[in-house]
């Protein structure tokens, strides 16, 4: 199944209205893709339980959402307009590009030679306001969300007065003008990211280190993502950043291949200091306990959304047969799923079946939104179709709910999604369930 896995992945999304590629009746655009119905939720359940787990449920945590479009002076302070560049290659014959590090010494379309590698920047360019493009007006996208926690780190401990170590955290967009977009969602040129800078006392930054590293694993247990697929790669010191001591990749097993799915990485107190230089402004921290002021050094799990929603929807894609016919089913967990419960009536052509499947629907939707409604086609059809979008439960109210059997007024049957099995329950223990 692996070697077509990312195929069948691409075209269930589509179908079924998860992700569809960008601008499309225009011929695309590379490197961008449109989130559908199911494919938002899924994408915000995720990013939702993110932000409760490393936010709203801890008490050292503080929340931002910054300006994507930030002074340019940050992305120089930060290397950023000096050094985020990838070696690109141009083939001399047909003047097709390509990563420098990706390919071998002859192009891989026309076995053509290769020019100069070059370093090209990756950070999209824009202006502001309305006067002719002169250096002053240039505007960055940003690469990375981190620029706007650090750019905010003076406001949060004068609001806050947090004490160390403490860390802010943002879910956002990302722009990078990748050489080569690829593989689906993987690689594209507008991702979100969710990234926190965790700040520390210089001499206690291996404990946070470790704390995180931990909470990677928490994090892709909670999404469905499992253990055995996630692999850490201790980054050698001549591959890391200049200014990281310690860098881990968590490498996840992509149906292309083990690729970087999150990155966590020791940043010392470059990004502080480089900020305070740049800028002028004291973004040092004073230690009320010893009275001592030091700018803090700080600890930078990284992860990517888009990366995220692709390995849980590889983690969730089975296919196997039920009742003598093959399915196809996302084994979504509860949290993520993007529908939690579908209602159907078992017939959509008796008016006392649909009220009632109807009353069922909205009494559950108040308690959980999430909950679909379909009467399309037979029974089987929408079986199929929920579980191919992962609904863990199907909800069918028949002829015994109206209390054609005297003893089963009031129930309904719900369908497990991955045995196939149905339970005759009250509809009054539904919410419980569903919820
Ligand atoms: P890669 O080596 O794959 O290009 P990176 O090391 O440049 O990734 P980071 O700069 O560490 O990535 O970015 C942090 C996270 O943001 C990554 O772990 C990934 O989840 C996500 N990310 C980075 N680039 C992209 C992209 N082009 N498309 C989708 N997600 C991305």
């Known amino acids: ?20 590629p960008g601008s499309e009746i225009y011929g695309g655009l590379s490197g961008t893709w449109d989130y559908g119905p199911l494919g938002v939720e ?8 993110w932000w409760r787990m490393f936010v709203q449920e801890r008490d050292d945590m503080y929340g931002l959402d910054a300006a994507i479009l930030m002074n340019a002076e940050v992305w120089k302070a930060s290397g950023h307009v000096e050094g985020f560049a990838d070696p690109l290659v141009e083939c001399k014959k047909c003047k097709r590009r390509f990563r420098a590090d990706q390919v071998g010494d002859k192009c891989p379309e026309c076995g053509g030679n290769f020019g100069e590698v070059r370093q090209f920047n990756m950070m999209f360019k824009t202006q502001v306001g309305a006067v002719p493009e002169d250096e002053a007006s240039i505007v960055y996208l940003r690469p990375e969300t981190a620029g706007g926690i650090f750019v905010n780190f003076k406001n ?19 722009f990078r003008n990748e050489i080569a ?14 990234e926190i800078e965790y700040f520390v006392r210089p001499g206690e930054w291996e404990q946070a280190f470790e704390m995180w590293r931990q909470n990677v694993h928490a994090f892709n247990e909670a999404v469905g993502i499992p253990r055995a697929d996630v692999h850490e790669l201790e980054v050698a010191p001549e591959d890391r950043a200049h200014y990281s001591k310690r860098t881990i990749d968590f490498e996840f097993d992509f149906p292309i291949g083990r690729k970087e799915l999150y990155g966590l990485a020791y940043r010392t107190d470059f990004d502080l200091s480089a900020h305070a230089n740049a800028s002028g402004k004291d973004l040092s921290y004073l230690d009320d306990s010893t009275g001592e002021r030091f700018i803090p050094h700080v600890i930078e799990p990284s992860f990517g959304v888009d ?31 993007p529908i939690k419960a579908a209602v159907f009536p078992l017939l959509k052509n008796k008016p006392e079946l649909v009220e009632k499947a109807r009353e069922v629907y909205l009494m559950l939707k108040k308690i959980e939104p999430r909950i679909m409604w379909d009467d399309n086609g037979n029974i089987g059809k929408r079986y199929r179709r929920q579980d191919e979008i992962g609904t863990p439960h199907c909800i069918t109210i028949d002829f015994d709910t109206l209390g054609e059997t005297p003893d089963l007024k009031d129930t309904v049957t719900i369908r497990d999604r991955d045995t ?6 009250s509809i009054d223990s539904l919410a419980a369930r569903v919820a």
């Not at 170590?165 to 956002?172: M, N, R, S």
């Not at 977009?181 to 507008?190: G, H, I, K």
């Open 42 to 49: 899924l994408k915000d359940n995720i990013a939702g339980l």
């Open 1 to 20: 199944m692996a070697d077509d896995l990312m195929e069948k992945i691409v075209s269930l999304c589509k179908r079924r209205g998860f992700i569809y």
């Open 307 to 337: 990366r995220t929603v692709l390995a849980v929807l590889s983690s969730a894609y089975r296919e196997d047969e039920l009742g003598g016919e093959k399915r196809t089913y996302l084994a979504f967990n509860k949290t993520v799923a």
């Open 420 to 425: 196939g099995e149905q339970e005759r329950v």
């Open 181 to 194: 977009p690829r593989d689906f969602t993987f690689r594209s040129r507008e991702f979100q990211q969710m």
């Open 156 to 174: 949060i401990v004068d609001s806050f007065h947090p004490k160390l170590p403490f860390g802010i955290a943002q879910v956002g967009k990302a």
